[in-house]
């Protein structure tokens, strides 16, 4: 499908949003139709697994901004040792991983974000730094898990292990 504009008379903004709106709508009903389900593949894979539609999704609404240099600021400040189990990147990775560590806020954003005011932010005390692990953990629940509380499952999990392994 498309729509031809001569060079001599192309519509106003107004116009071209319009399509482009009603060409996006198409394109994601077509993405929505698809049926990517291959039977002469489907034998091979688990029960319960089939293939699925993955793809971009662009979003045109509101949303908030995050600020970056607080990010930089909280590692810089808090190092990129994970507070909650002490990983290290660089110890681990070598030079591909020194200095990466994800910067975690203490009051989750979603709740900043919901403020109708502008949040100022210190780097030092609304921010902790954890590896890729721990901070999803962290997200893992509602309300999102702290430090302390992260440390304390890694120390029950080894205690278990440990017990499971003599």
């Given at each position: 499908?498309?729509?031809?504009?001569?060079?001599?008379?192309?519509?106003?903004?107004?116009?071209?949003?319009?399509?482009?709106n009603r060409f996006l709508a198409l394109y994601q009903?077509?993405?929505?139709?698809?049926?990517?389900?291959?039977?002469?593949?489907?034998?091979?894979?688990?029960?319960?697994?089939?293939?699925?539609?993955?793809?971009?999704?662009?979003?045109?609404?509101?949303?908030?901004?995050?600020?970056?240099?607080?990010?930089?600021?909280?590692?810089?400040?808090?190092?990129?040792?994970?507070?909650?189990?002490?990983?290290?990147?660089?110890?681990?990775?070598?030079?591909?991983?020194?200095?990466?560590?994800?910067?975690?806020?203490?009051?989750?954003?979603?709740?900043?974000?919901?403020?109708?005011?502008?949040?100022?932010l210190d780097p030092v005390k609304d921010f902790v730094?954890?590896?890729?692990?721990?901070?999803?953990?962290?997200?893992?629940?509602?309300?999102?898990?702290?430090?302390?509380?992260?440390?304390?499952?890694?120390?029950?999990?080894?205690?278990?292990?440990?017990?499971?392994?003599?």
């Amino acid at each position: 499908m498309a729509i031809w504009y001569p060079a001599s008379n192309i519509p106003d903004e107004e116009v071209l949003q319009k399509d482009l709106n009603r060409f996006l709508a198409l394109y994601q009903s077509l993405i929505n139709g698809l049926d990517i389900a291959d039977e002469s593949n489907s034998e091979e894979l688990p029960i319960g697994v089939s293939p699925g539609v993955e793809a971009k999704k662009f979003r045109w609404h509101r949303r908030a901004e995050r600020n970056p240099r607080l990010a930089r600021d909280a590692k810089s400040y808090h190092g990129s040792t994970c507070q909650a189990c002490g990983f290290n990147f660089g110890e681990r990775y070598g030079p591909d991983g020194e200095g990466y560590i994800e910067a975690h806020h203490v009051v989750p954003f979603s709740e900043l974000a919901s403020r109708p005011e502008e949040v100022i932010l210190d780097p030092v005390k609304d921010f902790v730094v954890l590896c890729a692990n721990c901070h999803r953990m962290a997200h893992r629940v509602k309300p999102q898990l702290t430090v302390s509380e992260i440390g304390q499952l890694i120390t029950k999990a080894g205690e278990n292990f440990d017990e499971s392994a003599s």
